[in-house]
């Protein structure tokens, strides 16, 4: 592993984990982890079509905001990629951009969370939350689940607590992995890409939530990596890798067919 470089500044971050491709650069130094606010500092994001499209733009996308902020990729303090869970082919794409320009210019990487990206994009809507947890549409009729918590500053002071780390559910299970629920008492802040197709199971649940639309945003991944790197999670490029949870796409002929009689 790289020894870490004293001042964490010109940081990359890039997701593909879901149907939206988003970068953003951080020109100069980063906010300090525990920061209430991001500074004075311009943060230059790109957001597009991700999926299978993501890896046609995604280096010119790369070359066009280091080109706006005056910089060369050997300039670059550390790259953030979104490790995942999420769609496979994205996950990848993301993870082999970070290796191969981490491998190339000797830069340290540090893989984020997409569930906790998503958590920490939707506190921008809700400054005052500290528990939220955060749904992926995984296919299949399942999700990607996890719930974190969080400290008071917009720059976490520390890394968000996965009180229940990243899991596969059912979307008819999400009260199992609300920590603490109790019936027709406890509300819960959701996050993510999931209400519009799963909601209407949850409109009779005995449960309160407020949702919010969120998908993994860059630009939080950079609020996460201050936190992030001063816990010492940052490695070397040929260490990254995605975090798949689950490791297949579809299911079997057998499977739909049981599925479509129950």
Same mark, same amino acid.
């Given at each position: 592993?790289?020894?870490?470089?004293?001042?964490?500044?010109?940081?990359?971050?890039?997701?593909?984990?879901?149907?939206?491709?988003?970068?953003?650069?951080?020109?100069?130094?980063?906010?300090?982890?525990?920061?209430?606010?991001?500074?004075?500092?311009?943060?230059?994001?790109?957001?597009?079509?991700?999926?299978?499209?993501?890896?046609?733009?995604?280096?010119?996308?790369?070359?066009?905001?280091?080109?706006?902020?005056?910089?060369?990729?050997?300039?670059?303090? &550390?790259?953030?990629?979104?490790?995942?869970?999420?769609?496979?082919?994205?996950?990848?794409?993301? &993870?082999?951009?970070?290796?191969?320009?981490?491998?190339?210019?000797?830069?340290?990487?540090?893989?984020?969370?997409?569930?906790?990206?998503?958590?920490?994009?939707?506190?921008?809507?809700?400054?005052?939350?500290?528990?939220?947890?955060?749904?992926?549409?995984?296919?299949?009729?399942?999700?990607?689940?996890?719930?974190?918590?969080?400290?008071?500053?917009?720059?976490?002071?520390?890394?968000?607590?996965?009180?229940?780390?990243?899991?596969?559910?059912?979307?008819?299970?999400?009260?199992?992995?609300?920590?603490? *629920?109790?019936?027709?008492?406890?509300?819960?802040?959701?996050?993510?890409?999931?209400?519009?197709?799963?909601?209407?199971?949850?409109?009779?649940?005995?449960?309160?939530?407020?949702?919010?639309?969120?998908?993994?945003?860059?630009?939080?991944?950079?609020?996460?990596?201050?936190?992030? *790197?001063?816990?010492?999670?940052?490695?070397?490029?040929?260490?990254?890798?995605?975090?798949?949870?689950?490791?297949?796409?579809?299911?079997?002929?057998?499977?739909?067919?049981?599925?479509?009689?129950?």
């Amino acid at each position: 592993m790289s020894e870490p470089r004293p001042v964490l500044q010109h940081a990359l971050a890039i997701d593909s984990s879901t149907e939206q491709l988003s970068l953003a650069l951080a020109p100069g130094p980063l906010p300090l982890a525990g920061a209430t606010h991001w500074g004075d500092g311009a943060v230059l994001s790109i957001t597009d079509s991700g999926g299978a499209k993501a890896s046609l733009n995604l280096l010119g996308h790369v070359q066009a905001l280091l080109h706006q902020a005056g910089l060369q990729a050997q300039d670059l303090g &550390c790259i953030a990629y979104g490790r995942g869970p999420g769609a496979f082919t994205g996950l990848r794409t993301a &993870c082999a951009v970070a290796q191969g320009l981490g491998f190339a210019h000797n830069i340290p990487v540090v893989g984020v969370g997409s569930l906790m990206c998503i958590a920490q994009t939707a506190r921008h809507q809700r400054p005052d939350a500290r528990r939220i947890t955060a749904l992926l549409d995984a296919r299949m009729d399942e999700l990607y689940s996890a719930t974190f918590v969080f400290d008071g500053a917009l720059i976490p002071t520390q890394v968000p607590v996965d009180i229940e780390p990243p899991a596969l559910v059912s979307p008819d299970d999400i009260a199992d992995v609300l920590p603490d *629920w109790q019936p027709d008492t406890a509300a819960a802040i959701l996050a993510g890409n999931t209400e519009a197709l799963y909601g209407g199971r949850w409109a009779h649940a005995p449960w309160q939530a407020q949702h919010i639309h969120a998908l993994p945003h860059a630009k939080a991944m950079l609020e996460l990596l201050p936190a992030l *790197w001063a816990a010492g999670l940052a490695t070397d490029a040929a260490h990254a890798t995605p975090l798949y949870v689950r490791d297949r796409v579809a299911l079997t002929t057998a499977e739909r067919a049981a599925k479509a009689q129950a």
